[in-house]
Structure formats: C-alpha cells, structure tokens
C-alpha cells in the first residue's frame, strides 16, 4: 500500500503541519512504507529526505493578489477554489492511476473530483484545527460512500469532530517531536533568567496575545534579573509590541527579538531559555491545538509557563508547568517568579518534561498512522 500526501499550497513550509508532516512521512519510510508527497511546483526533496513530485510547474491557479488579500472571504474563497482545481490535476495525472493507495491530505476539497471517479479510495483527512463548514459539508459527503478517517490532534478535538463525522470515523494522532530535540546540546546562557517564546504573534489569524509578556516584563524590569526572547516573530508583530515598550518607557535591555531561524536551529535555540512560555488563550481555534511548541520545549527539559486553560490543564501536567490566569500580566509576572524561585525542583520538572515528550516521538505517530490504516483496510 502507498500513501500519497496532497498538498495544494504552502509546502514545503517550516510551520508547524509543514513540520510535522513532513517527519511523520519520514518516519513512515524509516518503516518501509513508500510514500509520495503531491504539490504544484518542482519535483524535489524536503528537507526530511522525503519524495516530492509535481503535478505540474505551471497550473492554472487563482491569481496570487486574491490569496494574499486582507479581505479574509476572498483569501478564504481563493484557497478553496485552488484545492478544486488541483483535484482535477490530480485524478488526470498518471498517480491517480496507481493501485493500493491511500490519499492523505489537510485539505478534504481536493478530494471531490477524485471521489468522483474512484468509488472505493481510502481518505485520510488531517484536521489541526476546528473543521470549517465547507470542511465539515466535504467530509460527511465522502464518508457516505468512502473509505474515510479524520486525524486530530487532542481528545478535545475527537470529542468535537466525533459529533459531525461518528466517533469511528475520527481519531487522535497528536503532533510529534524529532529526537534531535532529546539530545544534549552545549550553548551559552544568559546569567539572566530567561523566558523563551518561538513562533508567530498571529496563528491563522489568532492573536497569541504577546502583548501581555510585555506588561509582565514591565513589572518585573526593576529586578533586573529577568530576560524575554521571541524568536520567530513576524515584522509588523515585532513593531507592535516595540510600540508598546515604547508607551510603557521599557528598557530594550531585557527583551531580546531574534528573526526567523531554521527549524533545524531550533534545539540550539532552546539553550538559551531557562522556561519556555505558551501564552495562547481559551478560544475554540486554541482547544483543538497541540502547539508543537510544548514537545519541543519538554524535550529540552525547560520547564513551561502556560495559561491556565481547558485544554492546557488536559495537555500538560504541573509537575513541569507553572500555569497561570489569562489575561492576567500581574499573574504571569507572579508565575515567572514562583518558577525561579523553585530553582531547587528545576531538575525534576526538566526531567518530568522530557518524559512527556518521550511520548510523542514520530516513530510513534508512524505507529498510530500506521494502525489507524489497518483500522481502515479491514
């Protein structure tokens, strides 16, 4: 059986699905499972190692200004429409012709000119976040007469999409971490205590709301103990919260910007951190997270200051997290002096965070996606 991945736009990416699917394939070929990733563009490599081919260099597409647009209907309808198109490329390509296969993909729309002509193909729909309406309406029509599995990512995104596509039909296979993570490394700290952040101030529109680390920075300046890093942030992100220093009268001295660093930079990166910080808050978009963030600050041993959400109370365990109220930045402050001041307990909480992220390697997500087709061909 072959697995062959579909992806219309964005890949490769370093964001965090570019990450992790791409180690997931490479784990399903450490395995033996041949595999193909399908994308517009040049037929290549990623940087996994793993097969890329192109349906074609030159597709006829929705023109780029649409996709880029700041009116979210027409970027939305942009991409919509772009995933219809690219299904027709793919049912008139040779690999539609391939027997024993299985398609996997994030984007359910691009399976509609293929279910038209293949009655029994197997689907496996990978939802990081909560399903949309034109998502929802695609998956309970394919399911009626298909071979299909939704992949999510925590239990409190099962319980959501169970309700919409039948608790059979939907199960958990959450992100995972490369091992490389796991490793010691060797790298200068600060003789400050640092507060490490790595991503974008925006997911998928979301604020991360980033603005409230810049006020708890405010109150513990005086200190001078304490040292904040974002790694990672997008430029007109960054800007605003240096605007927001700036109203504040913040020294720059304790709050340190590093621009964007390869993926395969991150491990070093964490070195610096003395906790890694999850700010984001109780929104549904967030509840059916699992920030690829937490394994790997876990895996580096940092021990986490998260907002004390729903989700983050089922994701993570106190014994490596010291959570604290949102929107709330006196609380935050609080939480980040309770975490030095627990300097003593700093080596369990280290160990008690690897040894949850040792759950979540890609050899054992393979082994779930793995399971999960069986589940499918019997």
């Known amino acids: 059986m072959k697995i062959l991945y579909l992806s219309s736009s964005r890949y490769p990416t370093e964001k965090a699905y570019g990450v992790t699917i791409g180690n997931t394939i490479k784990a399903l070929r450490e395995k033996d499972v041949e595999t193909e990733i399908v994308v517009w563009g040049d037929s290549t490599e990623d940087e996994f ?9 030159h597709p ?56 038209l002509f293949n009655k029994d193909a197997i689907y496996i729909i990978e939802l ?17 007469r298909k071979k299909v599995k939704v992949i999510v990512l925590n239990e409190r995104s099962l319980k959501h999409h169970s309700k919409m596509f039948g608790s059979k039909s939907v199960c958990v296979i959450p992100m995972g971490v490369p091992r490389v993570f796991f490793q010691p490394l060797i790298g200068e700290k600060s003789m400050k205590f640092t507060i490490g952040y790595i991503g974008k101030g925006k ?50 001295d304790n709050i340190i910007f590093v621009d964007h660093v390869d993926h395969a930079s991150i491990p070093q990166e964490l070195l610096t951190f003395d906790v890694g910080l999850l700010p984001y808050g109780n929104s549904i978009y967030n509840s ?91």
């Open 288 to 378: 059916e997270r699992f920030p690829i963030k937490l394994l790997e600050y876990s895996a580096a041993g940092l021990p986490i200051i998260a907002t004390d959400t729903p989700v983050h109370r089922e994701l993570m365990s106190d014994q490596f997290t010291q959570f604290y109220s949102k929107d709330n930045p006196d609380d935050l402050a609080d939480a980040i002096v309770k975490l030095r001041e627990k300097s003593n307990e700093t080596n369990m909480m280290s160990e008690s965070a690897r040894q949850f992220a040792s759950q979540f390697t890609y050899d054992k997500r393979a082994e779930k996606f793995l399971s999960l087709l069986k589940s499918v061909a019997e």
């Open 60 to 115: 006829f597409s929705i023109p780029r200004y649409f996709y880029n647009s700041k009116n979210h209907k027409v970027n939305k309808l942009a991409f919509l429409i772009n995933q219809v198109i690219f299904g027709f490329y793919f049912v008139s390509s040779r690999l539609n012709r391939q027997k024993n296969t299985v398609i996997w993909t994030r984007e359910p729309l691009a399976l509609i000119p293929h279910s």
């Open 203 to 252: 997911s998928s529109g979301n604020d991360n709301r980033l603005y409230e680390v810049i006020y708890a920075a405010k109150k513990l300046q005086s200190e001078g103990i304490y040292q904040f890093r974002f790694i990672g942030l997008e430029k007109e992100y960054k800007a605003k919260l240096v605007s927001l220093m700036n109203d504040l009268n913040m020294h720059s």
């Open 128 to 144: 990081h976040h909560p399903a949309s309406i034109v998502s929802r309406k695609v998956i309970q029509h394919l399911s009626k």
């Open 49 to 57: 190692g793993n097969t890329i081919t192109s349906l074609t260099k």
